[in-house]
């Protein structure tokens, strides 16, 4: 194929996908982003100039972040009180960096300063031009396999740490709850009572131990969640196959394919008929669920038993998810958008670990769908 024909080919595919509806996504502009050295994350590049995503809100374009990470310094002192209950560790690996913080033996990652420091938080988002955060718990403190008192107390300290933080910066912050997942029926009271206090719904994994998402024992979660409307987003932990053994593979193959497991999961097992109201966001992109729908829609066509499984076809299950923006390459930020289109997707960094987009890429559409009274 010659470079014109392939000019050709690729104007055509954007016209007949509406893949030209999706460029605002991704559109850059001369903005400038902090040195890494300001927010002591490595991970960002001072050379990446992005232009921040809107959402209209309070009569305002606002720019806003749906995937964002804190643990607030009363949540920390939590944990070192709580420290043999909780299998926490803070190791100092490196004389003049940041401690290694390690909950229950796995998943150690360095809690940078902004992590837990509201000034040091809020001065990031100044710097990204991000006016309000969408603020969720760290999956790393889910303590999903801790006893159910344990689980308990570890999220009604996270959710107090939070709300301490919007009480400091009400026009900043909105927040997701953590809920003890594994006692589902405690879960729905949780999550009730973070509504209660104005948070907007609540970061979930994939499940408990083998029990995905759709396992009738989360019912009363469920129930609550599709009641008051609120937004679950579904982040998964590392992969925990054994076969992913080599360094970091875990993160980087393992936590898409969680997403991947649990969303697929969600739409066999008749959770999103059943329960409509509930608004679910997918971490980074949908794992990699939305660049395979070709595959679920040729099962959807030549299988009695997949078509038996589902209310509508395959595409029109994953255009009831929203998508966050942790994908970095353009490419695949316009196919997600011809997919499901730009009012699925909210912009979203995963800031402030390591791996993050930062500042986020995104449309001010998703956000406004995402936040619908």
Known sequence: MTASVSAEFWRASVRRTGLHRCRSLVDAEERPVPAPSDLGDESVSPRRRVRPSGIMQWGKLMTIDCHIHAIPEAMLAWLRSNAARAGARFEQREPGKPPILIVGGRWP?????????????????????????????????????????????????????????????PQRL????????????????ELAWAMERGMRGAIVGPGTADR???????????????????ILFLHPLLSRDPRLARPQLPNIIGVPWETTVAAAD?????????????????AHGGGYLPYQIGRFERAYAVWEAVRQQLAEPPLAYLRRFWYDTVLWRRE??????????????????????????????????????????
Request: contains cysteine; proline residues 9%; charged residues 25%.
């Open 266 to 282: 969600l739409i066999f097992g008749g959770v999103l008929d059943r329960y409509p109201n509930a608004r679910m966001l997918l």
């Open 109 to 169: 990652f360095e809690l940078k300063p902004v992590f837990h420091d509201l000034d040091q938080f809020l001065a990031a988002l100044d710097a990204a031009g991000i006016e309000r955060a969408l603020l969720s718990p760290v999956p790393q403190l889910f303590f999903y396999e801790a006893e159910p008192a344990l689980a308990r107390e570890a999220a009604r300290a996270y959710n107090e740490a939070l709300l301490g933080w919007q009480k400091r910066a």
């Open 212 to 230: 995905l998402l759709t396992d009738p024992v989360f019912e009363p979660f469920w129930r609550a969640a599709d009641e008051r409307k609120v």
């Open 174 to 189: 909105d927040l997701l709850a953590t809920v003890p997942l594994n006692d589902p029926s405690a879960a729905a009271d």
């Open 332 to 373: 695949t930020l316009e196919y997600l958008c011809a997919v499901v289109g730009p009012d699925r997707i909210v912009p979203g960094s995963d800031f402030p670990f390591d791996l993050s987009v930062w500042p986020p890429l995104g449309t001010r559409e998703g956000s406004s769908t995402l936040f619908e009274e």
